[in-house]
């Protein structure tokens, strides 16, 4: 299973990592807000391997959605990314940390990594 | 700046961090997003055959990706430099050591008191004055709000975490959402950051302020993971 789900308010952000993971073979649903991942998790949301989420969703938290996540989806694991300071609570609850200004074959090779540890 | 605050240092570099959390944040998005847009452009230069093409197109792309690496590093070491005034020494601290010397600090009319309930064996692993810092805003705050008489401060242990609330009879919180909102403020002549400070400390702490829906007034607390019950936070924001 290569599905990631991409949690980020980001645009940008949203439009060009997704490009560059589905290049690599993984299968990418992106969501832009917290009341959008609230929805989609609230709702019967499919399986995924990993969740990449964002720190500040511009209408929450990304930390406040771990708990949520963790129980819709007990088998997924949970990347949180940060541009800047992130929060250290979100560090402890997700799975993994992914700094968002990484190069990407830095950050592929980093979630690679966190997949196959969490597998 | 007042100098005879002994809080005045660490606010004002807490201040900064907050007043510009924003924008680093929003400037790393870009920086991530140019620099993954540069990689697909690249990769794709390297996979598809173009005849005639100029080369300067890869030499600029290059130069694209090394002003985004220089624009990147310069975030980096402005937040080094602000923390680099200070660095704060994280240690087992008494909880109520903290909000003692908030009590001190605090800069408020004559007329408004705190009745301190706080248990002397609550210890957080942090930075004293950083604490106090939190727990001065959150005084203030209710303070101002309540204009007058005795604000309640108590704090109890909630499992690993120690819950320290601060609690006032002003009008109350109507928008929580709102009040942590950098720059938000229902009182003339208040910058809004207060309660932001605050939450930006507890998060460094590894822990949260969290906004309380009281029957009456407003209530304000922190939870803060107790010393030794948690992996020491991760550097510095």
Redesign the interface.
Known sequence: MNSLLLIDD?E??R???S??LE?EGFEVTTLASFADATTLLEGNPPAYRAVLLDH?LGDGYG?DLIPLLRRVLPNTSIIAMS???????M??DADAQLP??????DFLARLQAVLSATR | MNLGDPLATVELLVLI?EST?AL???V??????I???A??VR?KLGTEEVPDRDPRVTEFLGKIEGEVQRT?EL?DAWSARVQGVKPLAPQAVKLLESVRLAVEAVRLPAGITFELQVPESLEIETDRELLACAVRCLLENAGQAQGSGAVRVYAERVENDARLVVCDEGPGITDSARCLERFESTKPGHLGLGLCIAR?IA??????LVIGTPTSGAEVSLLLPIAGT??A??GE?
């Open positions: 980001d940008g952000n439009l060009t990592l490009a560059l290049d500040s930390t541009g800047s300071v992130g929060s250290d609570r560090r402890q968002k200004g990484l190069h990407f074959p | 961090e959390g680093r944040h929003d790393r998005n870009r920086i991530a997003s620099r993954n847009l990689f697909f990769r990147d975030i930006r998060t460094r702490c590894a822990g949260q948690r992996p936070p991760e924001p």
